[in-house]
């Protein structure tokens, strides 16, 4: 069968009472798939196969959420060839919304300073990585000492000009502020998403010294906008602290995509 079709096609060539696949216990029929075709403009190269692996998503995530007792399923949204398909969405929404509530979630600030960050300053790597290693001890100190409160450690890191020696970015890398389910990277590195999930409440965590892809500082670029292409190595090029305000069911899943595969390993998908 052909993987992929033009919405000008007749996409109703099959008979629209025809099963095409079963997940778990809901039959998927033929008007299940045009129904899905029939959302994108009209021109549009459609892939079948993401038309299939959408429906049959929906149908996991109904059965999963009827298992969690967040939904009652019944002939209009369910397992009939003639669903109400904006019901049907709806009652998915609804149950991505509620999985997602009842996740593991955390809330906080990450404080970096990047040392070496595509482009080497002018106080050399080692002379950059300690630059930064003092900047942000002083900080992660005086929050300890009560010297100075979160939010005037985020506008000395946003605002200390001599920052820009080691990286030229430094206002959009100082700070990451987080509000998310345990699934989602919060950043590149996963030393500091890890963190986030062990760090005490409201302390600063420890000092942690994050490794990134960047050019051999041996034979760094000189100017930003460079086009030679190096390769490149992993090495240390960042100082980080965290400071977590807040996480909540932190043993549930880690967020609906968690959700969904674990339910997805319970509903059998059979294609006819």
Request: hydrophobic fraction near 35%; avoid cysteine; charge should be neutral.
């Amino acid at each position: 069968s052909p993987t992929s079709i033009q919405k000008n096609d007749n996409v109703n060539v099959v008979d629209n009472n025809k099963v095409v696949m079963t997940v778990g216990k809901e039959s998927i029929y033929q008007s299940d798939l045009d129904r899905e075709v029939n959302l994108f403009p009209k021109e549009a190269k459609i892939n079948l196969n993401y038309i299939k692996q959408k429906v049959a998503s929906d149908s996991v995530i109904l059965q999963g959420g009827e298992e969690e007792g967040y939904i009652v399923l019944n002939k209009n949204i369910f397992n009939n060839k003639n669903i109400s398909y904006g019901d049907r969405y709806k009652a998915v929404e609804m149950i991505k919304t509620k999985v997602s509530s009842q996740s593991a979630r955390a809330r906080g600030t990450v404080y970096s300073i990047f040392f070496y960050n595509e482009w080497l300053g002018p106080l050399g790597y080692e002379g950059s990585k300690n630059f930064a290693l003092e900047k942000l001890t002083k900080i992660h100190n005086d929050i300890k000492l009560g010297v100075i409160t979160v939010e005037q450690a985020k506008t000395i890191l946003k605002t200390d000009d001599s920052i820009s020696q080691v990286d030229k970015n430094w206002k959009g890398n100082a700070i990451i502020e987080f509000d998310s389910e345990k699934s989602k990277a919060i950043t590149f590195s996963k030393e500091i998403n890890d963190v986030i999930w062990k760090t005490p409440l409201n302390i600063p965590s420890n000092l942690i010294l994050v490794k990134d892809w960047q050019v051999d500082p041996s034979n760094p670029i000189k100017n930003l906008g460079d086009e030679e292409v190096r390769p490149k190595v992993y090495v240390d090029a960042m100082y980080s602290f965290v400071i977590v305000e807040s996480r909540i069911n932190e043993t549930s899943v880690g967020g609906f995509q968690e959700w969904l595969q674990l339910k997805s390993k319970k509903y059998e998908i059979q294609y006819n």
